[in-house]
């Protein structure tokens, strides 16, 4: 109750059910929506808080989320060298981005990689990358950018909008 999981599920303890309805904070597309909406998959791996997805045709799956800011009128993603690197050693094809209530973009990893030797970083204190920003404009011709003086990547083949939603 309360937004907490009551169910959980018996090979890897994830939480399956949740009772009462999600407060909206402009996250309310659920992971499973989007994976039921691909077909299905299952968790292949989770370490900490990172996992992805393996679909039916192969394809592998990181999940990465954002609400929309409307003051900027975009979607901001960060994301790790260690969770690219990650990725990249589990053999992850794709980062799949929920951009919110919109819908999704699902991303060639190499092009995420491409994008982040490009954009703007969040330094550590013992100046390290703690994360590489990512933008997104909003559906349904989506790009990636960061600024107007950096390259931008236009995801309109990848942009997906749920078409079965289970939101209440």
């Known amino acids: 109750m309360n937004g907490v999981a009551e169910n959980y599920s018996p090979d890897s303890n994830l939480p399956v059910i949740i009772t009462d309805k999600l407060e909206k904070q402009g996250l309310t597309l ?4 989007v994976i039921e909406e ?9 370490e900490g808080r990172y996992k992805f997805y393996k679909l039916p045709d192969g394809d ?9 800011y409307p003051r900027h009128e975009y979607y901001w993603y960060g994301i790790s060298p260690r969770s690219l690197e990650r990725s990249k050693d589990c053999g992850v094809t794709h ?3 929920i951009m919110g209530e919109e819908g999704f973009v699902i991303v060639p990893i190499s092009i995420v990689e491409e994008f ?3 954009t703007r970083t969040s330094i550590k204190e013992d100046g390290t990358i703690r994360h590489y920003h990512l933008l997104f404009s909003t559906g349904p011709e989506p ?5 107007q003086e950096l390259p931008k990547y236009s995801l309109v083949g ?11």
Do not use: M, P, Q, T
């Open 158 to 168: 990848y942009f997906h909008v749920l078409k079965n939603s289970y939101n209440i």
């Open 60 to 68: 592998k799956l990181h999940i990465k989320r954002s609400k929309f």
């Open 38 to 46: 691909l077909g299905g998959g299952e968790v292949e791996i989770i």
């Open 143 to 147: 790009e990636l950018y960061f600024s």
């Open 116 to 118: 982040s030797k490009e």
């Open 30 to 33: 659920a992971e499973f929506e």
């Open 95 to 97: 980062i799949l981005f």
